[in-house]
């Protein structure tokens, strides 16, 4: 069994639109209203992905989901041409395409049962995202439908939010030995709903049948969450023994180190000091929603937006972190801008799963190859741009239910995927 860390993109799908739907995403909502692309975006993606393959790393892909979302429509008392214009834009949304928000993961290695364990996530607390879990659930029970190495749980029931991996990080001296996992909750604030519930957290380790003196709660600061950090991934990440994290990531974050030092020896923890990279900076430049991956050739790289190199303190402070003797010694900016412009990076667009991809479905692996049929049905088929306005056009919804049956049938899933 080759036990490996396998990344799970999120293909954007052709209903990508700016309808600032995220509170708290402050990108969502500055560029609320502009014109999407989905098909440069969906591009994007495809060739973030190639970066990964590029670097050694075993690349897999979840589809798009199918859109707009009658049944939950249906649910409302309602149609895509009936329905007001906030609930017409969140059954369009192609907001799946971030994985890091389809599931929390706990590798084998960490379970009781020597199984791996997929927790759905609920996503309840943003409407448009809380219709999302059902088809997730569907793509993740056929990726991993091997039982005897895999457990897909269904979702925390409500009112705990549960919002996946992009509050969940795993430390270990390598990815196939047991590690700590770190389950980051959000208190609310005066302006924003919090988005992580402890009690979500606390549900998601018994169901993967966690080892608890192995297991760590922690909160999110305030601080981070009122300036835009939405989820923990915009202010953190960790691959294997090395967290890499801003100063104000954590509401007691003293008592965190020292825990995680108790439990991962080895641990080498990267703060960046807000007296160099303010939280406004690393928001806006995503900063740490960035894959912190383990290379061939040895040591990590940071795989994160381009839009870094943009804001000088930024790019100073990564000049200077990969000039040390340090455990990271690649940056490695990739074009995510069609996601960035709607809240989500590098991070945000995939979720990482250790495991032997010989357990795995192999219509959800990717190689080149198969990029190159996907990126050819996305060219043909993608629409090229949408306003807001148009997600009523029946011409429009059309083309996306098109651009989702070819892709679907190239893969050989519509039978496994149709709504």
């Known amino acids: 069994m080759t036990v490996r860390e396998i990344n799970f993109d999120g293909l954007i799908g052709p209903s990508h639109n700016y309808a600032g739907l995220s509170i708290g995403n402050l990108a969502s909502t500055k560029n609320a209203g502009e014109i999407s692309r989905p098909r440069d975006a969906a591009l994007q993606g495809v060739e973030k992905m190639r970066t990964n393959i590029g670097l050694g790393l075993t690349q897999g892909i979840f589809l798009p989901q199918w859109r707009p979302d009658a049944g939950w429509l249906s649910a409302l008392g309602t149609d895509i041409t009936n329905a007001d214009p906030h609930i017409r834009a969140a059954a369009m949304s192609a907001s799946s395409m971030w994985a890091a928000n389809a599931a929390t993961v706990s590798p084998a290695a960490d379970t009781v049962d020597g199984r791996t364990h997929l927790t759905v996530a609920n996503l309840v607390t943003m409407p448009h995202r809380s219709h999302e879990w059902p088809q997730t659930l569907k793509q993740l029970r056929v990726a991993f439908s091997d039982q005897n ?8 029931p409500p009112p705990f939010g549960d919002e996946g991996a992009a509050n969940h990080m795993r430390m270990c001296q390598s990815h196939d030995l047991p590690g700590v996992e770190i389950f980051v909750y959000g208190p609310a604030t005066a302006q924003f709903p919090a988005r992580q519930h402890l009690e979500a957290s606390k549900a998601v380790a018994r169901l993967h049948q966690l080892d608890p003196a192995q297991t760590l709660f922690v ?7 009122a300036a835009g950090a939405f989820h923990n991934d915009v202010v953190a990440v960790a691959n294997e023994h090395v967290l890499f994290t801003h100063e104000l990531a954590f509401a007691r974050k003293d008592r965190f180190y ?11 923890i990267i703060e ?5 990279v303010s939280l406004a900076d690393a928001i806006r430049s995503y900063l740490f929603n960035a894959q912190l991956v383990t290379i061939a050739e040895g040591g990590m790289a940071l795989i994160l937006p381009s839009e870094a190199r943009d804001v000088p303190a930024v790019w100073n402070w990564l000049e200077g972190l990969v000039a040390g003797n340090g455990p990271i010694r690649q940056i490695i900016p990739v074009d995510v801008h069609q996601s960035m412009a709607n809240g989500g990076g590098p991070a945000c667009l995939r979720l990482r799963v250790v495991a032997d991809p010989a357990n795995v479905d192999p219509r959800f ?31 429009l919804i059309a083309r996306i239910e098109q651009s989702w049956l070819t892709l679907v ?11």
């Open 219 to 225: 909160m999110q600061s305030e601080e981070a969450i």
């Open 365 to 395: 692996l990717v190689n080149e190859a198969k990029l190159d049929q996907i990126a050819a049905i996305i060219s043909q088929y993608w629409p090229e741009e949408i306003a807001p306005g148009d997600l009523a056009d029946t011409r």
């Open 272 to 276: 960046v000091p807000a007296s160099a």
């Open 258 to 268: 020292t825990d995680l030092r108790e439990r991962l020896p080895s641990v080498q």
């Open 149 to 156: 190495a895999f457990t897909v749980h269904s979702p925390i």
């Open 409 to 419: 049938d190239h893969l050989q899933l519509s039978g496994d995927l149709m709504p």
